[in-house]
């Protein structure tokens, strides 16, 4: 394949962009490749400036569930846009999509839209710190929740891909409030808060975390955060920025059945354009200004072409159906990938909820951030690179997650398979 202009680019970009990206994770680095310049996008389909055509299983990194260009969310936001782009003052749209969002998640009485998972995060853990007076915020070691100050503690996702130690940047004084403990271990979560708990403002988890690749829970890990959580009068904070319209209309919490005080969204309810939210216990949501005293703001919080988008995506997800449909197209490629990673003779670990999942080179299991960390990397960087000579578009990191979408057609999960099964091969 010829990746000419794509070179060229980033040649051009890296004059005027640190690392030639605007977002780290997208360089690549950790795949010895050049990163693709992405002209335009349909369906399951990618295309880079070079005009090559890759099967596409980052969707954007999780927005991209009913697939790229959508007509219902193109034709959305294009009658939005004939409208205008921004007003800074309330509309219709933001009224439908917090109506949207509370009937959908169970554990939303009140939502406030803001403009990424960061700030949906960091203005969840402030409300926290508002709302119990508290300052110690707890997280897991492999989960990322955006770059705010407070959360830069031994994070997942391009943090971990990178290697970057620490949170550089980020005064002591700050992060000396931020406990990060081993994901699915429920002695050392217990342990802390019988010390602790009393002190703890929140603790946020990813239910099914997807920054450290996929890790699903372990059974009773999510329910003893919620015991212990509620006996100490700390808030529980799930961050559905992945998971959120993914897992389920409501979901991880819905199909787990766990109730979070508050919940962080993102991704797929912008339907590919600039959003987060949090919401959660209406006795909490009402602490924030102009009702209470916590104070967050956003110029562009609850776009209208953001909104537009977003509102088409959830429509299409809400139809009779959808998720079943999803389930199929997911169970598909990943009972695909089960069957091959049986079949082969290096040493692999899969990792899969719903349409979310990960294929680890490591023969132990990954259930938490150490293993996570302990898989080869240098392998996954050949798999990438051969999978990318055979037309389909991964994760440039082994800490992300590969996205099945409602458009991925049954020959393409097919013809995915056989570039997984020939890619593995050629690696032994
Ligand atoms: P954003 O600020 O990037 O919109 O969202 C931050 C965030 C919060 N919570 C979770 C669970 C997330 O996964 C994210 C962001 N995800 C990464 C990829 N796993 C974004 C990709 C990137 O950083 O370029």
């Given at each position: 394949?010829?990746?000419?202009?794509?070179?060229?680019?980033?040649?051009?970009?890296?004059?005027?962009?640190?690392?030639?990206?605007?977002?780290?994770?997208?360089?690549?680095?950790?795949?010895?490749?050049?990163?693709?310049?992405?002209?335009?996008?349909?369906?399951?389909?990618?295309?880079?400036?070079?005009?090559?055509?890759?099967?596409?299983y980052?969707?954007?990194?999780?927005?991209m569930?009913?697939?790229?260009a959508?007509?219902?969310?193109?034709?959305?936001?294009?009658?939005?846009?004939?409208?205008?782009?921004s007003?800074?003052?309330?509309?219709?749209?933001?009224?439908?999509?917090?109506?949207?969002?509370?009937?959908?998640?169970?554990?939303?009485?009140?939502?406030r839209?803001?403009?990424?998972?960061?700030?949906?995060?960091?203005?969840?853990?402030?409300?926290?710190?508002?709302?119990?007076?508290?300052?110690?915020?707890?997280?897991?070691?492999?989960?990322?929740?955006?770059?705010?100050?407070?959360?830069?503690?031994q994070?997942?996702?391009?943090?971990?891909?990178?290697?970057?130690?620490?949170?550089?940047?980020?005064?002591?004084?700050?992060?000396?409030?931020?406990?990060?403990?081993?994901?699915?271990?429920?002695?050392?979560?217990?342990?802390?808060?019988?010390?602790?708990?009393?002190?703890?403002?929140a603790?946020?988890?990813?239910?099914?975390?997807?920054?450290?690749g996929?890790?699903?829970?372990?059974?009773?890990?999510?329910?003893?955060?919620?015991?212990?959580?509620?006996?100490?009068?700390?808030?529980?904070?799930?961050?559905?920025?992945?998971?959120?319209?993914?897992?389920?209309?409501?979901?991880?919490?819905?199909?787990?059945?766990?109730?979070?005080d508050l919940?962080?969204?993102?991704?797929?309810?912008?339907?590919?354009?600039?959003?987060?939210?949090?919401?959660?216990r209406e006795?909490?949501?009402?602490r924030?200004?102009?009702?209470?005293?916590?104070?967050?703001?956003g110029?562009?919080?609850?776009?209208?072409?953001?909104?537009?988008?977003?509102?088409?995506?959830?429509?299409?997800?809400k139809?009779?159906?959808?998720?079943?449909?999803?389930?199929?197209?997911?169970?598909?490629f990943w009972?695909?990938?089960?069957?091959?990673?049986?079949?082969?003779e290096?040493?692999?670990?899969?990792?899969?909820?719903?349409?979310m999942?990960?294929?680890?080179?490591?023969?132990?299991?990954?259930?938490?951030?150490?293993?996570a960390?302990?898989?080869?990397?240098?392998?996954?960087?050949?798999?990438?690179?051969?999978?990318?000579?055979?037309?389909?578009y991964?994760?440039?990191?082994?800490?992300?997650?590969?996205?099945?979408?409602?458009?991925?057609?049954?020959?393409?999960?097919?013809?995915?398979?056989?570039?997984?099964?020939?890619?593995?091969?050629?690696?032994?």
């Amino acid at each position: 394949m010829d990746y000419k202009k794509s070179q060229d680019l980033f040649v051009e970009a890296e004059k005027f962009i640190p690392g030639g990206v605007n977002s780290p994770v997208r360089a690549c680095k950790s795949v010895g490749c050049t990163p693709l310049f992405i002209a335009r996008a349909k369906g399951s389909h990618i295309y880079d400036v070079d005009g090559n055509d890759f099967l596409d299983y980052v969707g954007s990194w999780g927005p991209m569930i009913l697939g790229h260009a959508h007509p219902a969310v193109m034709d959305s936001v294009k009658a939005a846009l004939a409208e205008g782009t921004s007003y800074g003052a309330p509309t219709e749209r933001e009224v439908e999509m917090a109506r949207m969002i509370v009937d959908a998640v169970p554990n939303i009485d009140l939502v406030r839209m803001v403009n990424s998972g960061t700030e949906a995060t960091m203005s969840a853990l402030r409300l926290a710190r508002g709302f119990t007076g508290r300052d110690i915020i707890v997280k897991f070691d492999g989960c990322y929740h955006g770059h705010a100050d407070t959360l830069l503690v031994q994070s997942g996702s391009g943090v971990a891909t990178l290697g970057i130690p620490g949170s550089p940047g980020v005064p002591q004084d700050i992060v000396k409030n931020t406990v990060s403990l081993p994901y699915n271990d429920i002695t050392a979560f217990s342990d802390f808060m019988a010390k602790r708990g009393d002190e703890a403002a929140a603790v946020i988890v990813e239910p099914v975390a997807g920054n450290m690749g996929v890790v699903t829970p372990a059974r009773g890990f999510l329910e003893a955060i919620r015991k212990l959580t509620r006996e100490h009068g700390t808030l529980f904070i799930f961050d559905e920025v992945i998971t959120g319209f993914r897992l389920s209309y409501g979901g991880a919490q819905r199909l787990f059945n766990i109730q979070p005080d508050l919940t962080c969204l993102g991704k797929i309810i912008g339907g590919g354009l600039p959003v987060g939210a949090y919401g959660g216990r209406e006795d909490i949501m009402r602490r924030m200004a102009p009702d209470g005293d916590v104070y967050q703001a956003g110029t562009l919080s609850g776009n209208p072409l953001a909104m537009a988008a977003g509102l088409a995506t959830l429509k299409a997800l809400k139809q009779e159906g959808i998720y079943e449909e999803l389930e199929a197209k997911s169970a598909r490629f990943w009972d695909g990938m089960e069957d091959i990673v049986r079949e082969s003779e290096l040493s692999l670990c899969l990792n899969r909820l719903g349409s979310m999942g990960t294929l680890f080179f490591t023969q132990d299991p990954v259930t938490d951030f150490r293993s996570a960390m302990a898989a080869d990397r240098d392998k996954y960087s050949e798999f990438y690179q051969g999978m990318l000579a055979r037309s389909i578009y991964l994760a440039p990191s082994p800490f992300e997650a590969t996205f099945v979408s409602l458009a991925h057609t049954d020959e393409e999960i097919d013809r995915t398979l056989e570039a997984v099964r020939q890619t593995l091969r050629s690696m032994v």
